[in-house]
Protein backbone atom coordinates (compact mmCIF):
# COMPACT_ATOMS: atom_id res chain seq x y z
CA UNK A 1 0.00 0.00 0.00
CA UNK A 2 0.67 3.41 -1.24
CA UNK A 3 0.89 4.68 2.23
CA UNK A 4 3.54 2.16 3.68
CA UNK A 5 5.73 4.36 1.56
CA UNK A 6 5.01 7.63 3.88
CA UNK A 7 7.08 8.89 6.39
CA UNK A 8 5.34 7.70 9.79
CA UNK A 9 4.78 10.40 11.03
CA UNK A 10 2.73 12.21 8.31
CA UNK A 11 0.33 9.37 8.96
CA UNK A 12 -0.03 10.40 12.40
CA UNK A 13 -0.16 14.01 12.45
CA UNK A 14 -3.21 16.03 13.31
CA UNK A 15 -3.26 19.06 10.98
CA UNK A 16 -4.13 21.88 11.35
CA UNK A 17 -7.78 22.92 10.88
CA UNK A 18 -8.81 26.83 9.59
CA UNK A 19 -11.72 28.41 10.13
CA UNK A 20 -12.71 27.71 6.78
CA UNK A 21 -12.46 23.97 7.49
CA UNK A 22 -14.23 24.22 10.58
CA UNK A 23 -17.31 26.11 8.77
CA UNK A 24 -17.94 25.68 5.08
CA UNK A 25 -21.45 26.72 4.79
CA UNK A 26 -23.23 29.78 4.14
CA UNK A 27 -23.73 32.38 7.10
CA UNK A 28 -24.90 35.87 7.13
CA UNK A 29 -22.35 36.84 10.11
CA UNK A 30 -18.67 35.28 9.42
CA UNK A 31 -16.92 36.64 12.94
CA UNK A 32 -14.73 33.16 13.06
CA UNK A 33 -11.47 34.01 11.43
CA UNK A 34 -10.38 37.54 12.44
CA UNK A 35 -10.83 39.12 8.87
CA UNK A 36 -11.01 42.62 9.08
CA UNK A 37 -14.63 43.21 8.43
CA UNK A 38 -14.70 45.95 5.88
CA UNK A 39 -14.24 44.72 2.09
CA UNK A 40 -11.98 47.82 0.41
CA UNK A 41 -11.93 45.53 -3.23
CA UNK A 42 -15.21 45.08 -3.30
CA UNK A 43 -14.55 41.75 -4.40
CA UNK A 44 -14.55 39.51 -1.07
CA UNK A 45 -10.86 39.37 -0.96
CA UNK A 46 -11.14 40.57 3.15
CA UNK A 47 -11.92 37.25 3.29
CA UNK A 48 -9.94 34.13 3.58
CA UNK A 49 -10.54 31.53 -0.12
CA UNK A 50 -11.53 28.62 0.05
CA UNK A 51 -9.01 25.79 1.68
CA UNK A 52 -9.88 23.40 -0.42
CA UNK A 53 -10.67 25.73 -3.78
CA UNK A 54 -14.09 23.20 -4.69
CA UNK A 55 -15.38 25.15 -7.17
CA UNK A 56 -12.63 24.94 -9.16
CA UNK A 57 -11.67 21.44 -8.67
CA UNK A 58 -15.26 20.48 -9.69
CA UNK A 59 -14.73 23.03 -12.81
CA UNK A 60 -11.56 20.82 -13.25
CA UNK A 61 -13.45 17.69 -13.44
CA UNK A 62 -15.63 19.06 -15.39
CA UNK A 63 -13.49 20.10 -18.42
CA UNK A 64 -10.18 18.12 -17.58
CA UNK A 65 -12.22 15.23 -16.27
CA UNK A 66 -9.77 14.94 -13.42
CA UNK A 67 -12.34 13.28 -10.73
CA UNK A 68 -12.71 15.63 -7.75
CA UNK A 69 -11.56 13.22 -5.06
CA UNK A 70 -8.56 13.01 -7.34
CA UNK A 71 -7.41 16.49 -6.73
CA UNK A 72 -5.69 18.80 -4.56
CA UNK A 73 -4.23 22.42 -6.21
CA UNK A 74 -1.03 23.92 -5.28
CA UNK A 75 0.63 27.08 -5.68
CA UNK A 76 2.02 25.83 -8.91
CA UNK A 77 3.00 22.34 -9.17
CA UNK A 78 6.11 23.56 -7.56
CA UNK A 79 4.96 23.34 -4.32
CA UNK A 80 3.18 20.11 -4.90
CA UNK A 81 6.78 18.42 -5.94
CA UNK A 82 8.23 19.94 -2.62
CA UNK A 83 5.04 18.55 -0.72
CA UNK A 84 5.26 15.01 -2.02
CA UNK A 85 8.95 14.95 -1.22
CA UNK A 86 8.12 16.17 2.02
CA UNK A 87 5.64 13.21 2.37
CA UNK A 88 7.12 10.43 1.75
CA UNK A 89 11.17 11.08 1.89
CA UNK A 90 12.73 11.30 5.31
CA UNK A 91 15.92 13.54 5.56
CA UNK A 92 18.90 12.13 5.65
CA UNK A 93 17.91 8.89 4.80
CA UNK A 94 15.82 8.44 1.39
CA UNK A 95 16.27 9.27 -2.12
CA UNK A 96 14.27 9.52 -5.02
CA UNK A 97 15.23 8.99 -8.16
CA UNK A 98 15.37 11.14 -11.61
CA UNK A 99 16.29 11.17 -14.95
CA UNK A 100 18.72 13.32 -16.78
CA UNK A 101 18.38 15.76 -18.07
CA UNK A 102 14.94 16.88 -16.79
CA UNK A 103 13.01 19.63 -15.04
CA UNK A 104 15.72 21.61 -12.34
CA UNK A 105 13.42 21.45 -9.74
CA UNK A 106 12.69 17.65 -8.36
CA UNK A 107 16.58 17.60 -7.79
CA UNK A 108 16.50 20.92 -6.15
CA UNK A 109 13.50 20.74 -3.88
CA UNK A 110 15.32 17.15 -2.78
CA UNK A 111 18.14 18.73 -1.47
CA UNK A 112 16.63 21.27 0.06
CA UNK A 113 14.91 19.07 2.14
CA UNK A 114 18.34 16.58 2.60
CA UNK A 115 17.04 14.09 0.30
CA UNK A 116 19.51 12.18 -1.56
CA UNK A 117 18.97 12.17 -5.83
CA UNK A 118 19.75 8.99 -7.81
CA UNK A 119 20.35 10.39 -11.43
CA UNK A 120 19.37 8.05 -14.25
CA UNK A 121 20.65 9.24 -17.58
CA UNK A 122 17.99 9.02 -20.34
CA UNK A 123 19.50 7.03 -23.71
CA UNK A 124 21.37 8.90 -26.42
CA UNK A 125 18.16 8.98 -28.06
CA UNK A 126 17.14 10.80 -25.01
CA UNK A 127 14.29 8.26 -24.13
CA UNK A 128 13.71 7.06 -20.65
CA UNK A 129 16.43 3.84 -19.83
CA UNK A 130 14.06 1.59 -18.99
CA UNK A 131 16.27 -1.32 -17.43
CA UNK A 132 18.34 1.55 -16.12
CA UNK A 133 15.53 2.78 -14.11
CA UNK A 134 14.72 -1.01 -12.79
CA UNK A 135 17.58 -1.81 -11.33
CA UNK A 136 18.12 1.56 -9.53
CA UNK A 137 14.30 1.19 -8.55
CA UNK A 138 16.22 -2.80 -6.89
CA UNK A 139 19.51 -0.99 -5.74
CA UNK A 140 18.20 2.31 -3.85
CA UNK A 141 14.32 2.00 -3.37
CA UNK A 142 14.20 5.50 -3.65
CA UNK A 143 10.30 6.84 -2.36
CA UNK A 144 9.42 8.46 -5.67
CA UNK A 145 10.12 7.93 -8.75
CA UNK A 146 9.57 11.49 -11.04
CA UNK A 147 9.16 11.58 -15.01
CA UNK A 148 8.78 14.58 -16.63
CA UNK A 149 6.33 14.13 -20.24
CA UNK A 150 6.43 15.65 -22.00
CA UNK A 151 10.10 16.19 -20.51
CA UNK A 152 11.86 19.69 -20.27
CA UNK A 153 14.39 20.27 -21.67
CA UNK A 154 14.28 18.39 -24.66
CA UNK A 155 10.77 18.18 -25.50
CA UNK A 156 9.96 14.59 -25.70
CA UNK A 157 6.75 12.64 -24.54
CA UNK A 158 7.41 9.18 -23.55
CA UNK A 159 5.34 6.15 -24.79
CA UNK A 160 2.52 5.86 -22.06
CA UNK A 161 3.56 1.66 -22.03
CA UNK A 162 7.00 2.63 -20.88
CA UNK A 163 5.81 4.57 -18.12
CA UNK A 164 3.05 2.05 -17.31
CA UNK A 165 5.78 -0.68 -16.90
CA UNK A 166 8.07 1.68 -14.58
CA UNK A 167 5.17 2.70 -12.21
CA UNK A 168 3.56 -0.75 -12.21
CA UNK A 169 7.80 -1.94 -11.27
CA UNK A 170 8.12 0.73 -8.64
CA UNK A 171 6.68 -0.43 -5.43
CA UNK A 172 6.61 3.45 -4.16
CA UNK A 173 5.28 6.63 -5.69
CA UNK A 174 5.70 7.50 -8.98
CA UNK A 175 5.10 11.41 -10.09
CA UNK A 176 4.34 12.01 -13.59
CA UNK A 177 4.88 15.50 -14.49
CA UNK A 178 2.71 16.86 -17.53
CA UNK A 179 3.47 19.94 -17.51
CA UNK A 180 3.12 20.47 -21.03
CA UNK A 181 0.80 17.50 -21.92
CA UNK A 182 -1.88 20.35 -23.20
CA UNK A 183 0.68 21.15 -26.41
CA UNK A 184 0.69 17.44 -27.65
CA UNK A 185 -2.14 16.33 -29.65
CA UNK A 186 -1.74 12.93 -29.41
CA UNK A 187 -0.80 13.10 -25.42
CA UNK A 188 -2.05 9.96 -23.47
CA UNK A 189 -2.38 10.97 -19.73
CA UNK A 190 -0.76 8.82 -16.78
CA UNK A 191 -4.01 9.69 -14.71
CA UNK A 192 -5.66 6.55 -17.16
CA UNK A 193 -3.24 4.40 -14.71
CA UNK A 194 -4.60 5.69 -11.74
CA UNK A 195 -7.21 3.08 -11.64
CA UNK A 196 -5.48 0.07 -11.42
CA UNK A 197 -2.36 1.57 -9.58
CA UNK A 198 -2.58 4.05 -6.43
CA UNK A 199 0.74 4.62 -6.78
CA UNK A 200 0.73 6.61 -9.65
CA UNK A 201 0.53 10.22 -9.26
CA UNK A 202 0.21 13.10 -12.04
CA UNK A 203 0.82 16.85 -12.04
CA UNK A 204 -0.72 19.58 -14.22
CA UNK A 205 -0.15 23.61 -14.08
CA UNK A 206 -2.34 26.41 -15.44
CA UNK A 207 0.96 27.95 -16.16
CA UNK A 208 1.67 26.83 -19.90
CA UNK A 209 -1.75 26.19 -21.90
CA UNK A 210 -3.65 27.59 -19.62
CA UNK A 211 -1.83 31.13 -19.77
CA UNK A 212 -1.60 31.26 -15.86
CA UNK A 213 1.81 31.70 -14.74
CA UNK A 214 1.33 34.15 -12.64
CA UNK A 215 -1.53 32.63 -10.67
CA UNK A 216 0.47 30.08 -9.47
CA UNK A 217 -1.99 27.25 -9.55
CA UNK A 218 -0.71 23.51 -10.11
CA UNK A 219 -3.06 20.61 -10.06
CA UNK A 220 -2.57 16.76 -8.13
CA UNK A 221 -4.15 14.15 -9.14
CA UNK A 222 -3.25 10.81 -7.40
CA UNK A 223 -5.28 8.33 -4.94
CA UNK A 224 -7.67 9.64 -2.16
CA UNK A 225 -4.57 8.11 0.19
CA UNK A 226 -2.16 10.17 -1.07
CA UNK A 227 -4.51 13.77 -1.58
CA UNK A 228 -5.37 13.19 2.09
CA UNK A 229 -1.52 13.74 3.09
CA UNK A 230 -0.88 16.66 0.68
CA UNK A 231 -4.10 18.02 2.57
CA UNK A 232 -2.76 17.34 5.70
CA UNK A 233 0.20 19.24 5.19
CA UNK A 234 -0.39 22.07 2.66
CA UNK A 235 -0.77 25.55 4.61
CA UNK A 236 -4.60 25.85 4.28
CA UNK A 237 -4.71 28.60 2.12
CA UNK A 238 -2.05 28.13 -0.78
CA UNK A 239 -4.11 28.72 -3.48
CA UNK A 240 -5.16 32.61 -3.34
CA UNK A 241 -8.91 33.90 -4.04
CA UNK A 242 -7.29 35.51 -7.39
CA UNK A 243 -5.84 32.52 -8.16
CA UNK A 244 -8.98 30.58 -8.19
CA UNK A 245 -11.14 32.93 -9.72
CA UNK A 246 -8.29 33.17 -12.58
CA UNK A 247 -8.27 29.37 -12.95
CA UNK A 248 -12.37 29.33 -13.03
CA UNK A 249 -12.49 32.05 -15.69
CA UNK A 250 -9.39 30.28 -17.80
CA UNK A 251 -11.68 27.18 -17.82
CA UNK A 252 -14.67 29.12 -19.01
CA UNK A 253 -12.62 30.26 -21.58
CA UNK A 254 -11.29 26.70 -22.91
CA UNK A 255 -11.83 27.95 -26.94
CA UNK A 256 -9.85 30.83 -26.65
CA UNK A 257 -7.00 28.65 -25.13
CA UNK A 258 -7.41 25.83 -28.21
CA UNK A 259 -7.65 28.80 -30.78
CA UNK A 260 -3.95 29.82 -29.64
CA UNK A 261 -2.80 26.39 -29.07
CA UNK A 262 -3.19 25.88 -32.82
CA UNK A 263 -1.36 28.85 -33.76
CA UNK A 264 1.53 27.82 -31.48
CA UNK A 265 1.94 24.03 -33.02
CA UNK A 266 1.64 26.01 -36.32
CA UNK A 267 4.33 28.10 -35.35
CA UNK A 268 6.73 25.21 -33.81
CA UNK A 269 6.45 23.51 -37.60
CA UNK A 270 7.22 27.00 -39.12
CA UNK A 271 10.24 27.43 -36.58
CA UNK A 272 11.49 23.52 -36.95
CA UNK A 273 11.12 24.17 -40.90
CA UNK A 274 12.86 27.88 -41.04
CA UNK A 275 15.62 26.77 -38.36
CA UNK A 276 16.77 23.93 -41.04
CA UNK A 277 18.77 26.51 -42.97
CA UNK A 278 20.90 27.90 -41.02
CA UNK A 279 24.41 26.48 -40.91
CA UNK A 280 24.99 27.29 -37.20
CA UNK A 281 21.94 24.48 -36.12
CA UNK A 282 22.69 21.11 -36.27
CA UNK A 283 19.63 18.97 -34.86
CA UNK A 284 16.32 20.40 -33.90
CA UNK A 285 15.08 17.74 -31.46
CA UNK A 286 11.72 16.35 -31.49
CA UNK A 287 9.31 18.01 -29.45
CA UNK A 288 5.80 17.22 -27.93
CA UNK A 289 5.56 20.48 -26.12
CA UNK A 290 5.53 24.48 -26.77
CA UNK A 291 9.43 24.95 -27.01
CA UNK A 292 11.86 23.71 -29.49
CA UNK A 293 15.80 22.15 -28.32
CA UNK A 294 18.19 22.84 -30.63
CA UNK A 295 21.97 21.81 -31.11
CA UNK A 296 24.02 24.79 -32.19
CA UNK A 297 27.85 25.00 -33.12
CA UNK A 298 28.32 27.46 -30.10
CA UNK A 299 25.51 27.66 -27.72
CA UNK A 300 26.88 29.88 -25.55
CA UNK A 301 27.85 32.56 -28.21
CA UNK A 302 24.98 32.33 -29.91
CA UNK A 303 22.80 32.65 -26.39
CA UNK A 304 24.68 36.44 -25.57
CA UNK A 305 24.36 36.93 -29.48
CA UNK A 306 20.49 36.65 -28.93
CA UNK A 307 20.58 38.57 -25.51
CA UNK A 308 22.50 41.67 -27.16
CA UNK A 309 19.36 41.54 -29.69
CA UNK A 310 16.61 41.91 -26.74
CA UNK A 311 15.85 37.75 -27.62
CA UNK A 312 15.84 35.56 -24.43
CA UNK A 313 16.19 31.86 -24.65
CA UNK A 314 17.31 29.30 -22.52
CA UNK A 315 21.05 27.79 -22.65
CA UNK A 316 20.71 24.01 -21.43
CA UNK A 317 24.43 23.25 -22.73
CA UNK A 318 25.29 22.32 -19.48
CA UNK A 319 22.86 19.62 -18.81
CA UNK A 320 24.24 15.70 -19.59
CA UNK A 321 23.73 14.33 -23.27
CA UNK A 322 22.71 18.56 -23.90
CA UNK A 323 26.25 20.28 -25.03
CA UNK A 324 25.80 23.21 -26.88
CA UNK A 325 21.99 23.41 -26.93
CA UNK A 326 19.31 25.88 -26.50
CA UNK A 327 15.73 25.91 -25.49
CA UNK A 328 13.28 28.38 -27.46
CA UNK A 329 9.86 28.60 -26.50
CA UNK A 330 7.31 29.27 -28.96
CA UNK A 331 6.43 32.84 -28.88
CA UNK A 332 3.80 34.91 -31.07
CA UNK A 333 4.36 34.90 -34.47
CA UNK A 334 5.79 38.89 -34.54
CA UNK A 335 8.50 37.15 -31.68
CA UNK A 336 9.26 34.28 -33.89
CA UNK A 337 9.41 36.93 -36.80
CA UNK A 338 12.21 38.72 -34.65
CA UNK A 339 14.40 35.79 -33.40
CA UNK A 340 14.55 34.22 -37.22
CA UNK A 341 15.95 37.75 -38.19
CA UNK A 342 18.06 37.92 -35.48
CA UNK A 343 19.41 34.06 -37.29
CA UNK A 344 19.57 35.72 -40.43
CA UNK A 345 21.71 37.95 -39.82
CA UNK A 346 24.22 35.43 -37.26
CA UNK A 347 23.99 33.50 -41.03
CA UNK A 348 24.98 36.42 -42.79
CA UNK A 349 27.61 37.34 -40.08
CA UNK A 350 29.24 33.99 -39.79
CA UNK A 351 29.03 32.85 -43.56
CA UNK A 352 30.45 36.26 -45.07
N1 LIG B 1 7.09 21.00 -14.19
C1 LIG B 1 7.77 21.31 -15.30
C2 LIG B 1 8.19 20.21 -16.20
C3 LIG B 1 8.06 22.64 -15.60
O1 LIG B 1 8.75 22.92 -16.71
C4 LIG B 1 7.64 23.66 -14.72
C5 LIG B 1 7.94 25.11 -14.94
N2 LIG B 1 8.75 25.49 -15.91
C6 LIG B 1 6.96 23.28 -13.58
C7 LIG B 1 6.69 21.96 -13.34
C8 LIG B 1 6.51 24.28 -12.56
O2 LIG B 1 5.31 24.83 -12.93
P1 LIG B 1 4.44 25.75 -11.98
O3 LIG B 1 4.44 27.09 -12.62
O4 LIG B 1 3.08 25.10 -12.00
O5 LIG B 1 5.06 25.75 -10.63
Not at 5 to 10: D, L, P, T, V
Not at 34 to 62: C, M, Q, T, V
Not at 187 to 206: H, I, Q
Not at 297 to 303: C, G
Request: include cysteine.
Amino acid sequence: MIADYMRSHILSLESYTSARDEFSGYAEVYLDANENWKDFSLSGKNRYPDPHASELRRKIEEVMGFRVENTVLGNGSDELIDMLIRIFAEPGKDCVLIERPTYGEYKVFAEINGVEVINVPLTDSLELDVDAIKSSIDEKSPKIVFICSPNNPTGRSYDIDVIREIADYNPSLTVIDEAYADFDPSFVSAYTLLKDNERVAVLRTFSKYWALAASRIGILIASPVVIKAVNKIKAPYNVSLSAQRDGLEALGNADGRKAVLEEILGEKKRLEGEFGRFSFVEKIYRSDANFLLIKVSDADALYLYLMKKGIIVRNRSREPLLSNTLRITIGSKEENDKLLEAFDEREKSTVS
